[in-house]
C-alpha cells in the first residue's frame, strides 16, 4: 500500500493539478447516470471523489460496487469543481478528486445504523453496542478533538506555572472516605486487596510533604456508585495540589486555566475575577450548592408575611418551624389552570407538599392565599418579590432544608421548561464557606461535606465541640451553568488537628491508624500548608459541548455500569478465581 500524500480535509484550490494520494472511509456515494461520486472521510474531513466512464470504464464499473464505510486508497488528480459546483460547506469545497486508480483496503457489510445523518435515531443501548461506528462521526471525533485541545490548555497553563505532572499509583489502599471502592484482589497476597483510587488525594498531599511543591496530574478516578445523567464509574479530573498557598493564590490560578479553556473553546472572554457567594446564600437563594445562574428567579424568603394567614396548612407548617418561600416567575401570569396544575404536579414530585400560585393581574392579586391573608401583609409580600402585573407567584411551605431544596428543583424544572437558558451562555462562580461536617441522611452520623482531609476557618474551632455543624470548611466549589466542575480546599497540615477530626467523624485512633495511617505518619515529618483541587475534565467537556457524559467519553458505561460492546463486567474463568484465592458468593435472585 503507498503513503497518503494528504489527508481528506487538506486539498484547496491552491492544491489543483497535483497528483495525490488519498485513503479513508466512503461516505455519500451518488451516481449521476454517467458520473459518480463519492465522498472520502478520515478524521481531517471529507473530499469529493469523481470516476467518469470516458476516463475508465473499468475502474467506473469497480467503483460502482462500492458500498458505505468500505475503505479506501485513491490515486488522483486534484481539479477545481466546475462552475456553480462549489460547496461552501466543505473546507474542501473548491476541488474534487478525479480517480485514477482505486485501491479496496477493507470492505463493510451494512451497518446497523446510519452514521451519516445528522442526527442519528438509533437507540442509545444500540450505538453503545457499536461505538466504535458512532466515534466515526465527525460530531463524535470533533467532542474529542475539543478534549484534546483542553487537555493540552490544561497541562501548558500549569507547566508554565512550575507544576510537575507526577502519576500516582492506580493500586493504593482502600482507604474509603466517600462512595465504595473498586477492589483488586492480590494473587501474591491471598485474601488481601488494592483498590482504585477514588482521586489521588492522599498521594498528592505526601507529594507536598516530599517537598515537590507544585503538582499536577490528568488522571483517571474509580467510584463504585449509582451512577445519574453526569456521573461514570470512571471518570477523568484535572488533579492540581501546591503547598504555601493561601485562597487567593487557588482562585487566582484557577481562573486562569478556565478564562483560557473557554477561550480557546467558545471564544468567550470570561471576567478576570469570578463572582464568589457563600454556600449559606446559594441554597437559601436558590435552593442548591451548584445553581445555574444563566436565569434568574431567586427564592425569597416570606415566612413573616404568611404567619397571619388563616389557611391552616400553611400556619401549621410554621408554626412547627418551618419556612415559606416563594419564586416569582416573570410574565406568567397568564398560565391556565391546568398548566398551573403541571407546575404543581412537579412541586410534589421534587418533595414539596404542594405550592401557593398568586397571579398579579390589573384586577389585582388573585389566587385562594389572597383570600386568607390580611391585605396589608399580601402587600408587603407583593412589594418583597418585587412582583408586577403579569407575574406569577409560586409559594411553597415546610421544613427549611426540603423547601428550599425543593423550591431550587421547581426553580431549575421551570428555567428549562420556559426556555429561560441561553445555552452560549456562561454562568460561572465560586461558592465558599462550606459547612465542615453534615448529617448522614440515613443515620444522622456526622460526616465530611467533603473529604476528612478539609482545613476549617481558625476562628470557628471552638465550635469542634460545642456545635461541629457550624464550623465553616476552608472547601470551595466552582460551578458552571448549574453543575459542579472543580472541587478543592485547603487541607489540614497539623497531624493533631487532623486527628480530632477523625475522632469527630467517629474514626478512633487504632482505625484511624489502620485507614490512613501512613498519612498521619507524614505529618508529623514537617509538612507544609497545602491546598488544591480537582476539575472534573469530563464534566467540562459536557458544557462546552452541551453533550450527556456519555457523549464525551470514548468507550462509556451505561447507568447500570456496562460496556455493551465489550460485555463487562463478565464472569471470569474458575481457574483465575482460584489463583486469586476469589470465590463469588450471588445472592439469591441470581443463583
Not at 452560549?424 to 448522614?440: A, C, G, H, Y
Request: proline fraction near 5%; hydrophobic fraction near 40%; include cysteine.
Amino acid at each position: 500500500m503507498r503513503r497518503r500524500t494528504h489527508t481528506c480535509g487538506q486539498l484547496r484550490s491552491a492544491d489543483a493539478g497535483k497528483q495525490v494520494i488519498l485513503q479513508g472511509w466512503v461516505a455519500r456515494a451518488r451516481d449521476h447516470g454517467g458520473l459518480l461520486f463519492f465522498d472520502l472521510r478520515d478524521r481531517y474531513g471529507k473530499t469529493q471523489i469523481v470516476i467518469r466512464p470516458e476516463d475508465d470504464e473499468a475502474l467506473y464499473k469497480k467503483a460502482s460496487g462500492f458500498h458505505g464505510e468500505w475503505v479506501l486508497s485513491i490515486e488522483g488528480d486534484v481539479k477545481p469543481r466546475p462552475d456553480g459546483m462549489v460547496n461552501r460547506e466543505m473546507d474542501t469545497g473548491e476541488i474534487e478528486v478525479h480517480a485514477r486508480s482505486i485501491d479496496v483496503l477493507n470492505r463493510c457489510p451494512a451497518l446497523p445504523f446510519n452514521i451519516e445523518e445528522e442526527e442519528i435515531h438509533a437507540s442509545e443501548e444500540l450505538r453503545l453496542r457499536y461505538r466504535y461506528l458512532e466515534l466515526r462521526r465527525p460530531e463524535m471525533q470533533e467532542i474529542f478533538a475539543l478534549r484534546h485541545r483542553v487537555c493540552n490548555v490544561a497541562r501548558e497553563h500549569f507547566t508554565e506555572r512550575d507544576f510537575s505532572e507526577i502519576e500516582t499509583p492506580f493500586m493504593v489502599k482502600s482507604t474509603p472516605e466517600g462512595a465504595r471502592d473498586y477492589l483488586v484482589p492480590s494473587r501474591v497476597h491471598p485474601g488481601k486487596f488494592y483498590a482504585l483510587p477514588q482521586s489521588p488525594q492522599i498521594y498528592k498531599q505526601l507529594l507536598m510533604i516530599a517537598g515537590f511543591d507544585r503538582y499536577f496530574q490528568i488522571v483517571r478516578c474509580f467510584r463504585d456508585e449509582d451512577l445519574r445523567r453526569d456521573r461514570q464509574p470512571e471518570f477523568t479530573q484535572i488533579d492540581v495540589e501546591l503547598s504555601f498557598p493561601d485562597r487567593e493564590m487557588i482562585f487566582e490560578l484557577t481562573e486562569g486555566l478556565f478564562t483560557k479553556i473557554f477561550k480557546a473553546s467558545w471564544d468567550v472572554d470570561l471576567p478576570q475575577n469570578f463572582p464568589r457567594y457563600t454556600y449559606a446564600d446559594v441554597v437559601a437563594t436558590y435552593g442548591s450548592d451548584k445553581p445555574d445562574l444563566r436565569f434568574g428567579m431567586p427564592m425569597v424568603d416570606v415566612t413573616e408575611h404568611l404567619r397571619e394567614t388563616d389557611l391552616r396548612f400553611v400556619k401549621g407548617a410554621i408554626e412547627k418551624g418551618g419556612v415559606a418561600l416563594g419564586i416569582c416567575v416573570k410574565g406568567e401570569a397568564g398560565r391556565s389552570r391546568k398548566q398551573i396544575a403541571e407546575f404543581e404536579a412537579v412541586a410534589k414530585d421534587v418533595g414539596l407538599g404542594g405550592i401557593l400560585p398568586v397571579k398579579i393581574t390589573e384586577e389585582g392579586a388573585q389566587g385562594i392565599l389572597t383570600q386568607h391573608l390580611p391585605a396589608e401583609s399580601l402587600e408587603r409580600l407583593l412589594k418583597l418579590m418585587e412582583a408586577e402585573v403579569g407575574d406569577l407567584l409560586l409559594l411553597a411551605f415546610g421544613p427549611r432544608e426540603a423547601t428550599q431544596k425543593g423550591l431550587g428543583a421547581l426553580r431549575l424544572h421551570l428555567g428549562s421548561e420556559l426556555n429561560l437558558i441561553n445555552e452560549r451562555d456562561v454562568s460561572i462562580f465560586w461558592v465558599t464557606e462550606f459547612p465542615l461536617f453534615e448529617k448522614d441522611p440515613e443515620t444522622g452520623d456526622i460526616t465530611s461535606s467533603h473529604h476528612p482531609f478539609t482545613g476549617f476557618f481558625d476562628e470557628d474551632r471552638a465550635l469542634l465541640d460545642s456545635d461541629p455543624f457550624a464550623v465553616r470548611s476552608h472547601a470551595y466549589d466552582l460551578v458552571v451553568n448549574g453543575s459542579e466542575v472543580l472541587s478543592g480546599s485547603i487541607r489540614i497540615s497539623d497531624p493533631d488537628v487532623q486527628a480530632k477530626v477523625l475522632s469527630l467523624l467517629g474514626i478512633e485512633k487504632e482505625e484511624a491508624e489502620r485507614r490512613f495511617g501512613f498519612l498521619m505518619e507524614a505529618l508529623k515529618y514537617g509538612a507544609p500548608p497545602m491546598g488544591g483541587f480537582a476539575v472534573g475534565l469530563d464534566r467540562v467537556i459536557m458544557i462546552l459541548t452541551n453533550k450527556s457524559i456519555r457523549d464525551v467519553i470514548a468507550f462509556p458505561k451505561t447507568l447500570l455500569a456496562m460496556s455493551l460492546m465489550d460485555g463487562c463486567p463478565s464472569e471470569v474463568d474458575e481457574k483465575l478465581l482460584k489463583d486469586l484465592h476469589v470465590k463469588t458468593i450471588l445472592p439469591e435472585e441470581k443463583k
